[in-house]
């Protein structure tokens, strides 16, 4: 299984952003995705998931309203729409795919950040 980030990078506040991350590597079928994100010194946190075969989004309450997850088995990438960007959401930009607990992957992860 391969997951592959992309979009990360530079904007000033108030600004927007579209990380998408590609999926390969087998089918997919009743996973669970997701994007995560780490800021500097700070604990990797949950920003939001889907199920990649569709159907209802679940997002942490500090994400809700700026953030939207889409994609899944249709593109075969996994998108997170970023509006309205604030320099504390400047992190490292995480994807991840889950099965079960073994069955559990992660993408390399896209930096983004974002100026005052």
């Known amino acids: 299984v391969q997951l592959q980030a992309s979009g990360g990078g530079l904007v000033p506040a108030g600004g927007s952003l579209r990380l998408s991350c590609a999926a390969s590597?087998?089918?997919?079928?009743?996973?669970?995705v997701a994007w995560f994100r780490q800021a500097p010194g700070k604990e990797r946190e949950f920003i939001t998931a889907i199920r990649w075969s569709g159907g209802a989004t679940s997002y942490a309450d500090s994400m809700k309203g700026r953030f939207t997850i889409s994609g899944g088995d249709v593109k075969k990438t996994l998108d997170l729409q970023m509006n309205s960007l604030k320099p504390e959401d400047t992190a490292v930009y995480y994807c991840?795919?889950?099965?079960?607990?073994?069955?559990?992957?992660w993408g390399q992860g896209t930096l983004v950040t974002v100026s005052s």
């Open positions: 991840r795919i889950r099965g079960n607990a073994v069955d559990d992957y």
């Open positions: 590597g087998r089918t997919f079928v009743n996973y669970a």
